[in-house]
């Protein structure tokens, strides 16, 4: 299993970032999947989580601004972050929404900064 994370940076209030997770290893298109972040000196959450069937929710912090989305054919999921705050600034990780231990570890995330 290799989740690989890309597409964050430094972005000012207000702004917009596109993440993506290239997925391989296992049969992306049959499981959940979720994003996730991780702030300094704070928990880990889940901010956006997609079905196999393409069923979303979305923590209450990130709804209507945040969209998450699959693609199946190229077995990756995106994260569209809209009108950021520096509230959202953290690490971002996508991973398997399973209770199998195979799917347990974490790949290495994307920060993501909001700041002026």
């Known amino acids: 299993v290799q989740l690989v994370e890309s597409g964050g940076g430094l972005v000012q209030p207000g702004g917009s970032l596109r993440l993506s997770c290239a997925a391989s290893?296992?049969?992306?298109?049959?499981?959940?999947m979720g994003w996730y972040r991780q702030a300094p000196g704070k928990q880990r959450e889940l901010v956006a989580a997609?079905?196999?069937?393409?069923?979303?929710n979305y923590a209450d912090s990130v709804k209507e601004r945040f969209t998450i989305s699959r693609d199946n054919a190229k077995n990756t999921v995106y994260l569209q972050m809209n009108s950021l705050n520096p509230e959202d600034t953290a690490v971002y990780y996508c991973?398997?929404?399973?209770?199998?231990?195979?799917?347990?570890?974490w790949g290495q995330g994307t920060q993501v900064t909001v700041s002026s």
């Open positions: 290893g296992f049969i992306f298109r049959i499981y959940d």
């Open positions: 997609i079905t196999s069937g393409g069923i979303t």
């Open positions: 991973k398997v929404i399973s209770t199998m231990t195979r799917f347990d570890s």
